[in-house]
Every structure is written in structure tokens, then in C-alpha cells.
């Protein structure tokens, strides 16, 4: 009785129609409605321009004035002389991004939760955190410095070590080129990727911990039956989320990265759409390249998901 | 409580182990910032001599002389304030709609409504769509492009409904009795009480802006006046490792006259570029260590719930 009251009859909404109910919750869709627009322009027109991939794409016929070719640019594409190198340098960047950049975080987290002292702790935070607010641009610009042929830090501390070396140039070296890729993803990402893990590690019940130390457990013993155990979930979540991303290799990263000597190392599905696309005008060769990739990226999202959640019970949703 | 005493020799071996680690790791996070820093501050043929690491040799104040007398740089860093504020400002007032319209869990539809904007997390259109709605609807060489496509996002949508999920529902019950309308308990409830997740998003979103390179890279084109900072720092880095191939463009060769003509001072290309690199990093150094305490907590919500 009294819970009716308060609620103001809030709870007798099931015995309204449905007019009367969207009626009454009507300035929520108005708070919705923004969103709702924008999605529409924003996301969904470009779904429905994929249409231009099945088409032989003008801009003044405009999409629907165009003439459908079927399937013609997926066989081209597929045909493609590049297809190979193409679809093999992104599977290897994101595996190797995958396998080496995966664990970073983790390991920085479980550092850091050893540290006793809170400021040095809070330093060493707030600056890991700082390449993650600075764009690829900035990244490339420092890098470019730094591995510069001309008296760049690293080809400078190479010929103090040595003063017979000769120059290396880097960024334009097929050879450091994947080394590059994954190791200045892991300086850009390695503190921002911390931040949940910690969250994880700050969750564990400290009485575990107590526990384990009177029953005489030493450091490694506590690391491998409290706090790995504490953090798979999370682990795990975040697996799943790479492991559906790995068709994005990191377009920002690569296409600023990328030199004319490295490019059959380089060349990804999405600076290839880019560069067909934008810059050379095939619209509707490169569009299919972006749903061959989409589509993909999507099925391996939910297979992923829908696996970890049968077998392990995590899972996105 | 498990106060430590660093009492053993092994404790004291490990603990130094896991201070230098972070202080190394510390040090190559830093190090690149601090390599420019102290390149923008010394000048230019003198550095062309190696060996400035951690303090200038040679010290001026030309170089950002020269990067604050240039009219491009100038103008693109307007254009990147002013496409930042905007959108930032745009971006969390509509995001804040958009995510209050979502707690209301007997909203007719709205599990639709919700997979409806999920969606879009799972498949795009892609690029070339993308860029075709962009040409369609006039946002080519428009300001505009800088802040329509980025004013909302799941994840951030996420992050701020859970936020005002912590509200006490009693709050906003004892307003709608009081026969408060939602508009009102929006504006005098929801938002005074939750401004650190304002600040957050505001800062993912400000940043994101600020760094934003792409769009002023391919969907500007030949309107020098709407280069972002970003944008040109990427035309300036790409220009120096095409040579001078690249220069066929107006915009390149105003750049480049301005470059030779820097050679009459102490500032080479390369300097300069460092000088921009700093003065574009700087405004985001000095806002991002002061909200940590929110956008952490930010993370942790868009990564469990998103």
C-alpha cells in the first residue's frame, strides 16, 4: 500500500496500453530522440550505402542510380594481385600486437600492485597514462626524431657503444618495421591497459592474502593462486575483445608508419581501402574490400563471444 | 593488517628490482617528450650536431618564436580549439540526453532502442560510405565535419548511464511527486550530481578532437583554413619523409617558403616540427593528470559494462 503511494501508481503501468505507456514516458523519447537521428544519418545511411560495393558506384547517379554489377569487385578483389600480401600483413601485425601487447598490461598492473608506496605508485600511473592522450601524429613525429639516421637518440647511443656503426634507418628498414609497429603500441597502450587490470587487483578480498601468508605462502605462491585467479575474468573479457578486433591491425598507427619500402610488409585491409577509396576514387572496389572486412570483424566477434560464454561463462554480453 | 617491513634480504632485493623496473619503464614513457622539449628549446643547426638529450646546449626562443609568427600554424590551431570546444561541448550535452532517455527501464521498446545503437558497435558502413554520406550532405571543406560525425558513442554513452544509475532513485521519485517534469529533474538533479562523469567524458572527447587528424586530412581538401593542428603536424611529418617530392601543393609550398625562410635564424624544419609537436601536447598535459581520479573510474565502467 504505502510502496503504491510513493510510487505513484508508477507500478500499475503493466495494466495501461501501450499508447497510454509510451504517452507517459513520452519525455524520454524525447531525450532519446538526438540519439536516435543521429544514429540513423550517422551509422545507418552508411550501412545502407554498402550497397555502392554491388554497384558500379558514380556520384552523380548517386547510390541508387548506379548500376548493380552483383559481385563483380569481391571477385576482383579477390582476384586481386595484393589480396594475399594484403590479408596476410594484417592477421601477422594484429597477432604480433596480439601475442606481445596482450600481456603488457597485465604485467605493469601486477607490478604496480606490488608497490607499497602510494606516490611513487600515483607517478608511475599518471605517467603511463600520458602516451594514451597524445595522438599517433605526436607518436610518429617523436619516433621519427629518435630513429633518425641523422644523430636521432638511438643511432646516436648506438655509436657511442660502437664507433664504427653506421646509420640505421629505422622507420624505412623492412627488417624493424614489425618491431616498430609492436613495440611503440605497447608504449602507447601499455598504461592505459593497466587501468582495468588494477581495477581487478584492488578487488581481491585482502583476507585471501592473509590467509595464504599464515599458511606460509610466499610471494610467487600468492601471485599464482590469488591474484592471476582474481583477474582471469577480466582477462578474458579483454581476450575476447582482441580477438575480435583482429581484423583492425590499427590504421593510424600503420598508414603514418608506412614508407614506400615497407609496404609489402604494411599494407593493410584499411590503408588499402583508404588509398583505393579516397585517394585513387574506386568507391565501389573499396567498399567491398571494407565488407569483406566488417562482415568478418563481426561474425569473429560473436563466434568469440558465443564460445567463451558456453565454455567459461564470460562473456560481452 | 599486513603492514610490510622490509625485513629480509630477498624482500629488499626484490623490492629494488621492482623500483628500478618501473623507473626504467618510467623513463622510456617520459623520455621521447623530454628529447623534444629540449630540441624545441635549443637551436636548430646547433642541434643538427647530436648529442642533446636532457638539457639545451645551444638555448633560444626562436624556434617557438617562429611557430607563434606562423599564419598556418596559427590558424590551425583555431581551428582545433574551436572544433574541440564545440564539439565537446555539443558532444556531452547530447550524450548526457541520450544516456538519461536510457535509464528509465519501463520505457516502452526500449531493449529496441538499445540494440538499435548497439548495433552500430558490431558493423559500419565503412569508410567509402562513410565519406559518400559526407560529400552528399555538403560536409566536404565544412567545418561541420570536425563535429557532427563525433558527437555521440555507445561506449560513452555507457560510462555516463551508469553513472546516473548511482543516483538514488528516491532522489528523482521525491521530484516527480513533487511534480518536478523530467526536463526539470535533468537539469537540476542529474547534472549537478554528475559532473565528474562529465569531466570525463568531456575529456575523452576533447581529446579525441584535439588529436583528430584524419578528417582535416581527407575530408579537407585544398582549404588550407581549415587545417587542424593535427592534420597539418601529420602534412609537415609526411612532407619531411617524402623530401620534397611531396610539394607540389599549395599548401606544402607555403610551408616549405616558410621553412627556407626560417634558415636566415636558428630554426631548421626539424626543430620546428618538435616545437609544434610540444606546443600541440602541452594543453592536453595540463588537463589529463587532474581528472585521472574520474576518467579511471570512467574506465572501469566502459570496459565491464561496454
Same mark, same amino acid.
Given at each position: 500500500m504505502t510502496k503504491a503511494l510513493t510510487l505513484k501508481g508508477r507500478d500499475y503501468d503493466t495494466k495501461m496500453s501501450l499508447g497510454a505507456r509510451m504517452w507517459k514516458y513520452r519525455a524520454f523519447y524525447f531525450f532519446l530522440l538526438p540519439a536516435i537521428i543521429w544514429y540513423a544519418i550517422f551509422c545507418y545511411y552508411p550501412m545502407y550505402g554498402v550497397l555502392i560495393a554491388f554497384k558500379n558506384f558514380k556520384f552523380n547517379l548517386g547510390i541508387l542510380g548506379s548500376d548493380w554489377v552483383g559481385l563483380r569487385y569481391f571477385r576482383n578483389f579477390l582476384g586481386d594481385p595484393y589480396f594475399w600480401t594484403i590479408v596476410k600483413n594484417t592477421l601477422v601485425i594484429s597477432l604480433l600486437k596480439l601475442f606481445c601487447g596482450f600481456p603488457a598490461p597485465i604485467i605493469l598492473a601486477l607490478f604496480l600492485n606490488e608497490v607499497r608506496n602510494v606516490r611513487y605508485k600515483k607517478l608511475v600511473q599518471t605517467l603511463s597514462y600520458l602516451p594514451h592522450f597524445v595522438s599517433w601524429v605526436v607518436v610518429v613525429a617523436l619516433l621519427t626524431k629518435l630513429l633518425s639516421p641523422n644523430n636521432g637518440a638511438i643511432n646516436e647511443l648506438r655509436q657511442a657503444i660502437n664507433p664504427n656503426a653506421s646509420s640505421v634507418f629505422y622507420l624505412g628498414e623492412p627488417g624493424w618495421f614489425y618491431p616498430i609497429i609492436v613495440l611503440s603500441d605497447i608504449w602507447k597502450n601499455v598504461g592505459w591497459g593497466s587501468i582495468i587490470y588494477l581495477a581487478a587487483l584492488t578487488a581481491i578480498d585482502p583476507e585471501q592474502y592473509e590467509a595464504a601468508e599464515l599458511d606460509g605462502a610466499n610471494r610467487w605462491q600468492k601471485m599464482g593462486h590469488i591474484t592471476l585467479p582474481g583477474i582471469y575474468p577480466t582477462i578474458g573479457i579483454l581476450m575476447i575483445l582482441s580477438l575480435s578486433g583482429i581484423l583492425n591491425a590499427g590504421f593510424d598507427q600503420i598508414y603514418l608508419l608506412q614508407k614506400p619500402s615497407t609496404l609489402h610488409l604494411s599494407e593493410v585491409l584499411d590503408t588499402y581501402v583508404l588509398k583505393r577509396g579516397? $585517394? $585513387? =576514387?574506386h568507391y565501389s572496389y573499396s567498399t567491398a574490400v571494407g565488407i569483406f572486412r566488417s562482415v568478418i570483424s563481426m561474425v569473429l566477434i560473436v563466434t568469440v563471444n558465443g564460445i567463451s560464454r558456453r565454455t567459461s561463462e564470460v562473456s560481452l554480453w | 593488517m599486513s603492514t610490510v617491513n622490509i625485513k629480509h634480504k630477498g624482500d629488499r632485493l626484490y623490492y629494488a628490482i621492482l623500483y628500478t623496473v618501473l623507473g626504467l619503464f618510467c623513463f622510456t614513457t617520459v623520455f621521447p617528450f623530454i628529447y623534444s622539449l629540449v630540441l624545441s628549446f635549443n637551436d636548430g643547426y646547433d642541434a643538427l650536431r647530436g648529442g642533446i638529450y636532457f638539457w639545451p646546449r645551444k638555448f633560444t626562443l626562436e624556434n617557438y618564436e617562429m611557430a607563434f609568427a606562423h599564419p598556418q600554424i596559427m590558424t590551425s590551431f583555431r581551428v582545433t580549439v574551436l572544433r574541440t570546444l564545440v564539439t565537446t561541448v555539443l558532444s556531452v550535452g547530447l550524450t548526457a540526453m541520450m544516456a538519461y532517455g536510457l535509464t528509465e527501464k519501463k520505457l516502452p521498446g526500449r531493449t529496441g532502442i538499445v540494440f538499435y545503437f548497439f548495433f552500430t558497435t558490431l558493423f559500419s558502413g565503412g569508410l567509402i560510405p562513410t565519406y559518400v554520406l559526407y560529400r552528399q550532405m555538403g560536409l566536404i571543406n565544412n567545418f561541420w565535419v570536425f563535429v557532427l560525425p563525433g558527437l555521440f558513442s555507445f561506449y560513452n554513452t555507457v560510462i555516463m548511464r551508469t553513472s546516473f544509475e548511482g543516483i538514488p532513485a528516491a532522489l528523482t521519485e521525491s521530484a516527480r511527486i513533487d511534480g518536478a517534469k523530467e526536463m526539470t529533474i535533468f537539469t537540476r538533479l542529474i547534472i549537478p550530481l554528475s559532473l565528474p562523469v562529465f569531466a570525463t567524458i568531456a575529456l575523452f572527447v576533447g581529446v579525441g578532437n584535439w588529436n583528430d587528424w584524419f578528417a582535416g586530412a581527407f575530408y579537407i581538401q585544398f582549404k588550407k583554413d581549415l587545417v587542424p593542428a593535427s592534420t597539418l603536424l601529420y602534412q609537415l611529418i609526411s612532407e619531411a619523409s617524402f623530401e620534397s617530392s611531396m610539394s607540389t601543393t599549395t599548401g606544402q609550398m607555403q610551408m616549405n617558403e616558410q621553412l627556407m625562410m626560417a634558415k636566415? *635564424? =636558428? *630554426? *631548421?624544419p626539424e626543430s620546428l616540427r618538435l616545437t609544434f609537436v610540444i606546443i600541440i601536447v602541452t594543453p592536453i598535459l595540463m588537463v589529463y593528470p587532474f581528472l585521472q581520479r574520474y576518467f579511471v573510474k570512467g574506465v572501469m565502467i566502459g570496459s565491464i559494462k561496454g
Amino acid at each position: 500500500m504505502t510502496k503504491a503511494l510513493t510510487l505513484k501508481g508508477r507500478d500499475y503501468d503493466t495494466k495501461m496500453s501501450l499508447g497510454a505507456r509510451m504517452w507517459k514516458y513520452r519525455a524520454f523519447y524525447f531525450f532519446l530522440l538526438p540519439a536516435i537521428i543521429w544514429y540513423a544519418i550517422f551509422c545507418y545511411y552508411p550501412m545502407y550505402g554498402v550497397l555502392i560495393a554491388f554497384k558500379n558506384f558514380k556520384f552523380n547517379l548517386g547510390i541508387l542510380g548506379s548500376d548493380w554489377v552483383g559481385l563483380r569487385y569481391f571477385r576482383n578483389f579477390l582476384g586481386d594481385p595484393y589480396f594475399w600480401t594484403i590479408v596476410k600483413n594484417t592477421l601477422v601485425i594484429s597477432l604480433l600486437k596480439l601475442f606481445c601487447g596482450f600481456p603488457a598490461p597485465i604485467i605493469l598492473a601486477l607490478f604496480l600492485n606490488e608497490v607499497r608506496n602510494v606516490r611513487y605508485k600515483k607517478l608511475v600511473q599518471t605517467l603511463s597514462y600520458l602516451p594514451h592522450f597524445v595522438s599517433w601524429v605526436v607518436v610518429v613525429a617523436l619516433l621519427t626524431k629518435l630513429l633518425s639516421p641523422n644523430n636521432g637518440a638511438i643511432n646516436e647511443l648506438r655509436q657511442a657503444i660502437n664507433p664504427n656503426a653506421s646509420s640505421v634507418f629505422y622507420l624505412g628498414e623492412p627488417g624493424w618495421f614489425y618491431p616498430i609497429i609492436v613495440l611503440s603500441d605497447i608504449w602507447k597502450n601499455v598504461g592505459w591497459g593497466s587501468i582495468i587490470y588494477l581495477a581487478a587487483l584492488t578487488a581481491i578480498d585482502p583476507e585471501q592474502y592473509e590467509a595464504a601468508e599464515l599458511d606460509g605462502a610466499n610471494r610467487w605462491q600468492k601471485m599464482g593462486h590469488i591474484t592471476l585467479p582474481g583477474i582471469y575474468p577480466t582477462i578474458g573479457i579483454l581476450m575476447i575483445l582482441s580477438l575480435s578486433g583482429i581484423l583492425n591491425a590499427g590504421f593510424d598507427q600503420i598508414y603514418l608508419l608506412q614508407k614506400p619500402s615497407t609496404l609489402h610488409l604494411s599494407e593493410v585491409l584499411d590503408t588499402y581501402v583508404l588509398k583505393r577509396g579516397l $585517394q $585513387q =576514387g574506386h568507391y565501389s572496389y573499396s567498399t567491398a574490400v571494407g565488407i569483406f572486412r566488417s562482415v568478418i570483424s563481426m561474425v569473429l566477434i560473436v563466434t568469440v563471444n558465443g564460445i567463451s560464454r558456453r565454455t567459461s561463462e564470460v562473456s560481452l554480453w | 593488517m599486513s603492514t610490510v617491513n622490509i625485513k629480509h634480504k630477498g624482500d629488499r632485493l626484490y623490492y629494488a628490482i621492482l623500483y628500478t623496473v618501473l623507473g626504467l619503464f618510467c623513463f622510456t614513457t617520459v623520455f621521447p617528450f623530454i628529447y623534444s622539449l629540449v630540441l624545441s628549446f635549443n637551436d636548430g643547426y646547433d642541434a643538427l650536431r647530436g648529442g642533446i638529450y636532457f638539457w639545451p646546449r645551444k638555448f633560444t626562443l626562436e624556434n617557438y618564436e617562429m611557430a607563434f609568427a606562423h599564419p598556418q600554424i596559427m590558424t590551425s590551431f583555431r581551428v582545433t580549439v574551436l572544433r574541440t570546444l564545440v564539439t565537446t561541448v555539443l558532444s556531452v550535452g547530447l550524450t548526457a540526453m541520450m544516456a538519461y532517455g536510457l535509464t528509465e527501464k519501463k520505457l516502452p521498446g526500449r531493449t529496441g532502442i538499445v540494440f538499435y545503437f548497439f548495433f552500430t558497435t558490431l558493423f559500419s558502413g565503412g569508410l567509402i560510405p562513410t565519406y559518400v554520406l559526407y560529400r552528399q550532405m555538403g560536409l566536404i571543406n565544412n567545418f561541420w565535419v570536425f563535429v557532427l560525425p563525433g558527437l555521440f558513442s555507445f561506449y560513452n554513452t555507457v560510462i555516463m548511464r551508469t553513472s546516473f544509475e548511482g543516483i538514488p532513485a528516491a532522489l528523482t521519485e521525491s521530484a516527480r511527486i513533487d511534480g518536478a517534469k523530467e526536463m526539470t529533474i535533468f537539469t537540476r538533479l542529474i547534472i549537478p550530481l554528475s559532473l565528474p562523469v562529465f569531466a570525463t567524458i568531456a575529456l575523452f572527447v576533447g581529446v579525441g578532437n584535439w588529436n583528430d587528424w584524419f578528417a582535416g586530412a581527407f575530408y579537407i581538401q585544398f582549404k588550407k583554413d581549415l587545417v587542424p593542428a593535427s592534420t597539418l603536424l601529420y602534412q609537415l611529418i609526411s612532407e619531411a619523409s617524402f623530401e620534397s617530392s611531396m610539394s607540389t601543393t599549395t599548401g606544402q609550398m607555403q610551408m616549405n617558403e616558410q621553412l627556407m625562410m626560417a634558415k636566415a *635564424t =636558428g *630554426t *631548421t624544419p626539424e626543430s620546428l616540427r618538435l616545437t609544434f609537436v610540444i606546443i600541440i601536447v602541452t594543453p592536453i598535459l595540463m588537463v589529463y593528470p587532474f581528472l585521472q581520479r574520474y576518467f579511471v573510474k570512467g574506465v572501469m565502467i566502459g570496459s565491464i559494462k561496454g
